[in-house]
């Protein structure tokens, strides 16, 4: 696609409820990143993905976040048992070089996010 | 401490002024800074980038600045238009070798009629 594409733009999750956060990069781009952004905040790293290899999940905040990308393409971010804290905007981001593309002066694509609100 | 402090943290300016946007540094060692625009609702857009060896950059009425010694960086806008109404994000990127990147909170501008 033209760009990175994200869904759904918005999301209205129960306290409790498992969500499941799509990422579409363009295409080619090898290097995936999620980011967490809370409102009046920077974005906060959550995990970065080379290919399908999850090289870097070190900024998750708990056990109750996993992400995927299987083949390589498309990621998936899935919240489990959402609690209020979690209400943020979702980024995914993509680069099309391999590691470290963020060395480099290779730009970062961001998606328009998912906003997430947690009642 | 957060990396990355910019500076104001929010500014009004009349359509047709020049502002500048701060950013200090802690990240070491130093690989490149990131000057992205975020519009409401959207996803950030790359500026600027600039390594430790460039001073200053530009992009249409963008124009960054960068003093690796005092780990400053300044954004200047020219003849701000309604559209520059946005968050403009200072992005550090260390030279670890890993993909983390140090995000400033923004510095939130709104250009007035």
């Known amino acids: 696609g033209a760009g990175v594409s994200q869904s759904p733009r918005y999301k209205v999750a129960k306290r409790g409820q498992d969500v499941a956060l799509r990422c579409d990069p363009i295409?080619?781009?090898?290097?995936l990143f999620w980011y967490q952004q809370a409102l009046g905040q920077g974005p906060e790293f959550l995990t970065y993905?080379?290919?399908?290899?999850?090289?870097?999940k070190s900024g998750l905040p708990s056990d109750r976040f996993f992400a995927e990308r299987p083949e390589g393409s498309v990621s998936t971010l899935k919240i489990q048992r959402t609690q209020q804290e979690d209400s943020a905007v979702y980024l995914c981001a993509s680069s099309v070089l391999r590691l470290p593309p963020l060395a480099t002066n290779e730009k970062l694509f961001f998606g328009s996010g998912t906003q997430l609100s947690v009642l | 401490k957060n990396q990355v402090e910019q500076s104001p943290q929010s500014l009004i300016i009349l359509e047709g002024k020049n502002c500048t946007l701060q950013?200090?540094?802690?990240?070491?060692?130093?690989?490149?800074l990131r000057w992205y625009k975020q519009d409401t609702g959207r996803g950030p857009v790359s500026l600027t980038i600039m390594t430790f060896s460039e001073n200053t950059k530009s992009n249409g009425r963008y124009t960054a600045t960068l003093d690796a010694d005092t780990k400053q960086s300044s954004l200047h806008i020219t003849a701000s238009q309604l559209s520059d109404s946005a968050s403009y994000i200072c992005?550090?990127?260390?030279?670890?070798?890993?993909?983390?990147?140090?995000f400033g909170k923004g510095n939130q501008v709104v250009v007035i009629p």
């Open positions: 993905f080379q290919n399908e290899a999850q090289l870097d």
């Open positions: 992005v550090v990127a260390g030279n670890y070798g890993n993909n983390r990147l140090a």
């Open positions: 295409s080619g781009h090898v290097s």
């Open positions: 950013c200090n540094y802690t990240v070491s060692p130093f690989s490149n």
